[in-house]
């Protein structure tokens, strides 16, 4: 049995506009509607084939110096989209994304 490295695992940060502004709803204070969301989220590219379970071990691994606990993973597998380029058709490849919760007051990025 090979045990996956937590690299394998987690492939990168996805920061796309919407995953800013996933990220900075716990610090919005002037909107009632997300007043409630206290826990901050993170979004990452993740293996293809890599469960919940998993995407949590490996980024409290990967983490480890921060001392994050990771709340809730949502995985979302975006599937592949035909593409033409210069008249012949493709695809652009598919890939799997998790929405990360961690705990009130854990975070990520360094301040400074």
Known sequence: MLK????DVILSRHI?????????LQSNESNPS???CKTPKYVFLV???ANK???KQALEKIYIDKKIKVTSVNTITIKPKAKRVRGR?????GFKK????LE???NIEDKG
């Open 4 to 7: 996956k490295s937590p690299y």
């Open 98 to 101: 998790a929405i990360v919760s």
């Open 89 to 93: 058709l493709g695809k652009k490849a």
């Open 34 to 36: 997300v007043r409630k």
């Open 16 to 24: 796309t506009e919407k995953a800013l502004v996933m990220e900075k």
């Open 53 to 55: 379970q998993e995407i």
């Open 104 to 106: 009130p007051g854990d």
């Open 47 to 49: 293996a293809k084939k």
